[in-house]
């Protein structure tokens, strides 16, 4: 499987952009980059997944590099809410495990 | 549309008892999973079904036992729960395993203390 490297933590002041880091530099072909976020040990929330082309929701941005082997998340106006544990999971093609690894801590500072 | 519903939301057994985890989708997923998040750690997969009738093993299964009898349920059972066992325990469904429609959605967690 692919494996993604996130730094362990960020801070981000309340209503800026928080852009938060991702590299795949494994990633093959078919691989998709998902974001999930996890609040206080909730269950993990979607966000956002991408192939190639950057993607746009109501909740991010999703920035891929043109090489695939990186990614960005934006969060562009983050609020306290937004204090939570990020993960950048590669999606196997067609595999059964999703691999959790240990993420970004964000934290909104108000 | 409730999603993923898991019951009970906290539990706490003593050693040797045993109980089953409940989980529910009603968004016609074929693929279901356990997993289980111990503090301040990643997710780990326990067992996972591809469809009625259908499971297979994780990444970490021992101790535990499931079965899928319909589509919409995937129960998760703990046999003689060890303190080993005391994590979040989290199902999750999707609809396909990879492409566009793999997103898994999760449920809100099951906490269980094995004491």
């Known amino acids: 499987d692919a494996k993604t490297t996130q730094p362990p933590s960020m801070d981000c002041a309340e209503g800026r952009a928080a852009n938060l880091p991702c590299n795949h530099s494994?990633?093959?072909?078919?691989?998709?980059v998902y974001w999930y976020r996890q609040i206080h040990s909730q269950g993990p929330q979607y966000i956002i997944h991408g192939l190639k082309n950057n993607e746009t929701n109501e909740m991010a941005s999703l920035i891929i590099t043109e090489d695939r082997k990186s990614s960005t998340l934006i969060l562009p106006h983050a609020t306290l809410r937004d204090t939570a544990v990020y993960y950048c999971i590669v999606r196997p093609d067609y595999g059964q495990n999703f691999v959790f690894g240990p993420g970004t801590r964000l934290s909104v500072l108000p | 549309n409730a999603g993923v519903t898991q019951t009970p939301k906290f539990r706490i057994l003593k050693i040797g008892q045993s109980m089953t985890l409940q989980c529910a989708q009603d968004m016609n997923h074929n693929y279901m999973y356990w997993y289980r998040q111990d503090p301040g750690m990643g997710l780990k997969l326990i067992y996972y079904s591809v469809g009625a009738g259908i499971t297979d093993k994780g990444e970490v299964p021992n101790g535990y036992n499931v079965s899928r009898s319909t589509t919409e349920d995937f129960p998760l059972r703990l046999e003689l729960a060890a303190p080993s066992q005391t994590s979040v325990y989290f199902c999750?469904?999707?609809?396909?395993?990879?492409?566009?429609?793999?997103?898994?959605?999760f449920g809100e967690g099951s906490w269980l203390t094995v004491v």
């Open positions: 999750a469904s999707s609809y396909s395993t990879g492409g566009p429609e793999g997103t898994i959605y």
């Open positions: 494994t990633i093959s072909g078919n691989e998709y």
